[in-house]
């Protein structure tokens, strides 16, 4: 760690510190703040993410990987930090239901900690929200001033609460102490990395079209969603934080165009070279009927807006979960 430290602080480059550095998105977003000459320390506990997803990068000098809980006491690199871009939490719903005080924790205490650590090094701060923030939302599509419709007790609470929470600090550090902090709200995202089994609509549709298994659809599949690539998404993140005027802002990065689960079932088929063929169950609780974002603000502030045509986003990804597949079929 010393050796790092005189390689970090001899060359003058800008610091970041990522929370949720080995997960999905914590994981593309080394990538491009490495690609920015940027020196980063990932921090993760592995609770949700992996380090297979950091392998290509872990031996480099001017990444460092710091395992552990950010909700507790943790060593970190004696830097100077620049930038503190907050992405741990457990994100989908199978995993946040399995962590659900653990999802409540990172996202109070943890964004508490990662707030504290950003005044005391002056730097810029950037949480990673959500969709979610707007529950099961009665307007469409949602523009940031929507202040959403959310049940406080219900199943997703823990995860929809706990962000919204984590927003309310963040914004009261903006006021009470003036730090430099932005706000994204993420919509859903998908690409390479995604957990295979986290069961999220893509990996599920795109593994069970794998195996020859029918695509399982929640509720009639007339409920709608939007689909961001990782790549996207991790550029509206990064101009974010970078971009001037985003200050004490919110901003939905997400794709506002939109697919019933019945049509994205069948694009899926389609891509997969396979026959359709559909299961259907009970919808979860609180499951929303519809998400869009209103990115309207993105485009405005950020110059920023989805760029890759869902069929190319979604061949990527099916390449990258054929080879996962490949990868414990051979095991
Ligand atoms: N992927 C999406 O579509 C999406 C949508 C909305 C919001 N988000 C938000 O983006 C962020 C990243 O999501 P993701 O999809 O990459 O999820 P992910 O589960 O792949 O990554 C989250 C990472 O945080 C780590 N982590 C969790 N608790 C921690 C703790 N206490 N200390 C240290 N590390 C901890 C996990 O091990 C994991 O690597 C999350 O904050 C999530 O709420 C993601």
């Known amino acids: 760690m010393d050796k790092m430290k005189m390689e970090f602080q001899h060359e003058k480059k800008p610091v970041s510190l990522i929370t949720g550095a080995a997960g999905f998105l ?12 940027h020196f980063v320390v990932g921090v ?78 002056n730097a810029k701060f950037l949480l990673a929200s959500t969709s979610e923030a707007y529950g099961d939302p009665q307007v469409h599509p949602q523009p940031e001033e929507y202040w959403g419709n959310v049940n406080p007790i219900g199943e997703r609470a823990c995860y929809d609460e706990s962000k919204r929470f984590a927003e309310a600090l963040t914004m009261e550090y903006h006021r009470r102490y003036d730090l430099d902090v932005r706000i994204v709200r993420i919509f859903n ?23 020859g298994e029918p695509l399982t659809v929640y509720g009639d599949g007339s409920q709608t969603r939007s689909f961001v690539f990782v790549q996207d998404e991790v550029e509206g993140i990064f101009r974010a934080m970078t ?68 069929e190319k986003g979604l061949r990527i990804t099916l390449d990258y979960f054929s080879s996962v597949l490949r990868e414990t079929i051979t095991r």
């Open 26 to 37: 914590g994981s593309h977003l080394v990538d491009r703040l490495l690609a920015e000459e």
């Open 44 to 121: 993760d506990n592995l609770s949700t993410g992996n380090l297979k997803n950091l392998d290509h990068v872990i031996s480099r000098n001017d990444f460092l990987f710091v395992a552990g809980d950010i909700t507790g006491e943790m060593e970190l690199p004696d830097l100077k930090y620049d930038y503190v871009w907050h992405l741990a939490s457990p994100a989908s719903p199978k995993d946040y239901r399995r962590l659900s005080i653990e999802t409540m924790m990172v996202n109070a205490i943890g964004t508490k900690k990662m707030l504290d650590l950003a005044l005391a090094h």
């Open 189 to 211: 995202t998908y690409g390479p990395r995604m957990q295979i089994n986290d069961g999220r609509v893509v990996p599920n549709f795109i593994c069970q079209a794998l195996r």
């Open 243 to 310: 971009c001037h005027g985003t200050k004490g802002e919110v901003f939905n990065i997400g794709n506002p165009e939109e697919y019933s689960i019945l049509e994205f079932a069948r694009l899926i088929a389609q891509i997969c070279g396979v026959e359709l063929n559909v299961v259907y169950k009970p919808l979860p609780p609180d499951d929303p009927r519809k998400r869009c974002p209103d990115i309207s603000k993105a485009k405005r502030v950020l110059n920023w807006e989805p760029v890759t045509p869902l």
